[in-house]
Each structure stands twice: as C-alpha cells, then as structure tokens.
C-alpha cells in the first residue's frame, strides 16, 4: 500500500504486505528528518533518521528515502506486522539558510498505519 | 533502564489552579523539550532547554512556565492563563540540541475539572 501524501492521514495494509508512508517537508534548508512512530497513549518513539547529504538509509524492516528536489521524505516498512499498527510521524530539523542549524523539530500531522491479520 | 519519565500519567485541574508536570531523563542528555499534542494533531513545542539553566520559547509558550535548575529534570507549569490546557503533553531530550533524535517520554495528560 502506498500513502500519496498528507491529505490521506490513513493507510491500510495486510499483514506481510511493504508500507509506504510519505511526508512533504516544508523547508528546502532543513538538514536533518526524522520518522517516528507513536502508540495510542504512549510518546513517539523513534524509528530512523537520515542526513541531508544522504538519499538512502536503510535499519531494520525500515528504509527512509530523501528526495530533497521534491521536497519529500518517505518511509518504508518490509514485511508489515499488526505490531507496527500506529501513528507515523515525519520531523524536519530547521535550518536557517546560510546560518547554523537552529535546531526546532517541527513535526508533519501524521500517518495512521493499520495493518490487518 | 535508561530513559525519560514523566508523572503524572493523568492530571486534571481546577479552574483558576496551577498544575505542574514532571519530566526526568537519566540518559545524560544536555537538551530537553516540552510539546503539546491535540487530538489528531502533530506536536507543538511550548518550550525548550539547551543545557541546564536555560531556556527558550517554543511557538506556544504563552500560559506555561518552565526551569531548568539540573541536567536531568525539565518540569513544566501549565498556568491559570493556559485557557485550553487539555491536550496531551510530552517531554523529549536529545544528547544535543540540534541534528539529534529526541527521545519522549510517555507523556502526561491533562484534563479540566
């Protein structure tokens, strides 16, 4: 399954089956993006950061894809399980341009991520 | 178990009353952070610290209050001015403040009696 943006907050897939979850970033500056994954009643927990000098990084059932000419961040998950049934958050760290990094993390409404059995 | 932990789970408050939320990290962190998540919603910072005795506004800092007196605690006041304090609170800290994952504790929340 494949979320096409921040206008589609919710994303169902079957168990076993790749997620896609996609997040358009605000700040052409920003250099450093996190993804986060939250639980009903619990905080964000993190799940992969990436660098603004890389397109690519790859953990554990998770990618995270940079495309800084477009804007757009995504994250991938193999192999989909119920347990990774949440809410899913991108982050952008601001950075002024031509300035040092200012450092606020400013989050994107999220992404709600059902996965059936 | 290193990490950050904030009480109480759940608090309510009375009209006119000052409430306080407590935030403890033990991971050595130099930066903490307080956000406000609403229903639905992303989070918002209200405050930030970047090492102890210091700290700045975030976007939504009117009605809170905040100090930063040691490394490891980062206590928020949800003042009488706050008029819309319900929300869902969370306290974050990262080994410095900027290109580091903050890390979040398991939040607080707050209701109006």
């Known amino acids: 399954g494949e979320n096409v943006g921040l206008h589609l907050p919710t994303l169902s897939v079957q168990e076993g089956d790749n997620s896609i979850i996609n997040c358009a970033y605000s700040?052409?500056?920003?250099?450093?993006f996190i993804w986060y994954k939250q639980e009903s009643g619990k905080g964000p927990q993190f799940i992969i950061d990436?660098?603004?000098?890389?397109d690519k990084r790859q953990g554990q059932r998770v990618t995270v894809l940079l495309n800084k000419t477009v804007k757009h961040l995504s994250l991938q998950i193999a192999a989909t399980q119920p347990g990774d049934s949440a809410v899913y958050f991108c982050a952008e760290n601001w950075r002024w341009a031509g300035g040092t990094s200012y450092g606020k993390l400013t989050f994107g409404q999220g992404t709600i991520l059902t996965v059936h059995p | 178990d290193g990490g950050i932990t904030q009480s109480p789970k759940y608090l309510f408050r009375k009209e006119g009353q000052n409430v306080t939320l407590s935030c403890e990290q033990n991971l050595n962190h130099d930066a903490m952070y307080w956000y406000r998540q609403d229903p639905g919603q992303g989070l918002r910072l209200i405050y930030y610290s970047q090492i102890v005795n210091d700290f700045q506004k975030g976007d939504i800092a009117e009605g809170y209050s905040v100090s930063r007196e040691k490394k490891e605690s980062f206590p928020l006041t949800v003042t009488s001015a706050q008029k819309n304090p319900t929300a869902f609170y969370l306290c974050?800290?990262?080994?410095?403040?900027?290109?580091?994952?903050?890390?979040f504790g398991d939040g607080t929340r707050l209701s109006i009696l």
């Open positions: 990436i660098r603004s000098n890389m």
């Open positions: 700040n052409s500056a920003s250099d450093y």
């Open positions: 974050a800290s990262s080994a410095s403040y900027s290109n580091q994952p903050q890390h």
